[in-house]
């Protein structure tokens, strides 16, 4: 049995992922980590990370890029798995997954869902296809509460299609001060905030007198849950290093 530590356990994913634990036989949820303990859960809940006196064999986080440092040093000291799931992360916060993969496992993904992996190397393939002579833009919409934007969702289906291409194209987040065409070496991004929209993905590749639209809609969180979940059983045995949604699907 795969002993789970869940951070930002009382939180929306963390609530989701709670639920969705009891239809896996091979793990269980062991002990929780959040600032807010005002939920009830069926394990005990930790709002200070070093009080955590349960033993765990992996830690999802799907918490706050500011919880980041406490749990990295939590599964580093604990020599424990790591599913890293939380959003919104820099690029010191990555180079510090990366350091911390070379004394146990890390597992880390923009997005935890099989399906908008899949689109992302549909994606690539079209990228390579059409690279000269297709405009590429990137819409993406989520809920009101989202606080970073664009995604990282968005991002990394950005950074995938520019590790294609011959030509590197620029990012370019806003143009409602740019007065001027759009340049074939752009990239948009376009972020859309409202209702209750769980999330959504569009590239389109814009040519002459024609489009063509890929796009993944994500119908409900469980389908985060069940692939941290999936992550985290694929990670326990695994050695120290860095993996991805794509290991886990050549796994399968």
Known sequence: MIRILMSGCNGKMGQVITRLSSQFDNLKIVAGYDKNDAISNPYPVFTDLKSCNVEVDVVIDFSHP?????????????????????????????????????????????????????MVDLVKKAAKVLENNFDIEIIEMHHNQK?????????????????VLEQK????????????????????????????????????????????????TAMSKEIFGVGALKAAGFIKSKKPGMYNMNDLVESM
């Open 169 to 216: 194209r620029e990012y370019i987040y806003d143009r409602h001060s740019r007065r001027k065409k759009r340049s074939p070496s752009e990239i948009g991004i376009h972020a859309i905030r409202g209702g209750t929209i769980v999330g959504d993905h569009s590239v389109i590749f814009a040519g002459n007198d024609e489009i063509i639209e890929i796009k993944h």
């Open 147 to 163: 606080i970073d934007a664009p995604s990282g969702t968005a991002l990394a289906i950005a950074d995938a299609i520019n590790s």
């Open 66 to 118: 500011s919880a980041f440092n406490d749990v990295l040093d939590f599964a580093v000291s604990r020599k424990v798995a790591l599913v890293m799931a939380t959003t919104g992360l820099s690029q010191a916060n990555v180079k510090a997954l990366e350091a911390a993969s070379g004394s146990i496992p890390v597992f880390f993904s923009a997005n935890m869902s099989l399906g908008v992996n899949l």
